[in-house]
């Protein structure tokens, strides 16, 4: 079975621009959670996404948005950019959205914002 | 809401040294708890996972962890750590009614000495 893929693994963006990162779910999986991780810090819960509808939300601005696609792949978007912004992004499915369905996780992107 | 403290944030042993890493949770409800780890270079990976009965759980690669319901506790152990065992490691939280989104602590860092 393929696991979580994510894409790109390294980004260089700028304050103020748009960046749109990309997560491939394991096969057969059909909920999609997404973290960040700044530097020296445990992952924080941004959302989730279940068949294709936001499931959950962190705290997190609006800036931050997500979508899924029929497929269960998923986008995570994040406008106006800022230098905050820099962290390890992991994307992680799951079979379902249970508490017993474990989450499978991917390698992250690693964004840097200057 | 939810939050999961670590308090030791970097551990250095040597090797055949005993582990333990402590974990505390801020939740009055029914939680179900979880030890990530993340080897360097590689995805977070589930270690183990408590969610009812014996509340001794063994995982993988010989650790195990005890909840502790009254300190709010779920200390990683292990007896003898081998050089492999250095890698990052997250404490995490589901609250009763949270589905499958995690919170995590902020990580300890483990280094064993060879």
């Known amino acids: 079975e393929t696991g979580v893929t994510q894409s790109p693994t390294h980004l260089i963006k700028t304050r103020g621009q748009q960046v749109t990162l990309r997560c491939s779910s394991q096969?057969?999986?059909?909920?999609v959670s997404w973290y960040q991780q700044a530097l020296g810090q445990g992952p924080q819960f941004i959302f989730q996404?279940?068949?294709?509808?936001?499931?959950g939300r962190g705290n997190f601005p609006p800036r931050f948005s997500g979508l899924q696609f029929p497929n269960y792949s998923s986008e995570l978007n994040v406008n106006a950019l800022e230098l905050d912004d820099s962290a390890l992004y992991l994307c992680a499915s799951s079979l379902d959205r249970t508490s017993n369905s474990p989450l499978h996780f991917g390698n992250g992107t690693r964004l840097t914002v200057t | 809401a939810q939050s999961v403290s670590q308090h030791n944030h970097h551990v250095i042993l040597s090797e055949a040294a005993s582990l333990e890493l402590g974990c505390n949770y801020s939740?009055?409800?029914?939680?179900?708890l979880f030890w990530y780890v993340q080897y360097p270079g590689q995805h977070l990976q589930l270690l183990l996972k408590y969610f009812s009965g014996d509340p001794l759980v063994k995982g993988i690669k010989g650790f195990e962890a005890e909840f502790i319901k009254s300190k709010f506790s779920f200390n990683l152990r292990k007896p003898s750590v081998q050089w492999s065992d250095t890698a990052e490691y997250f404490c995490?939280?589901?609250?009763?009614?949270?589905?499958?989104?995690?919170?995590f602590g902020g990580g300890t860092r483990l280094m064993v000495k060879p």
């Open positions: 939740y009055g409800g029914t939680v179900n």
């Open positions: 996404y279940y068949r294709e509808e936001e499931n």
């Open positions: 096969s057969g999986h059909n909920t």
């Open positions: 995490a939280v589901i609250a009763n009614n949270a589905g499958n989104m995690l919170t």
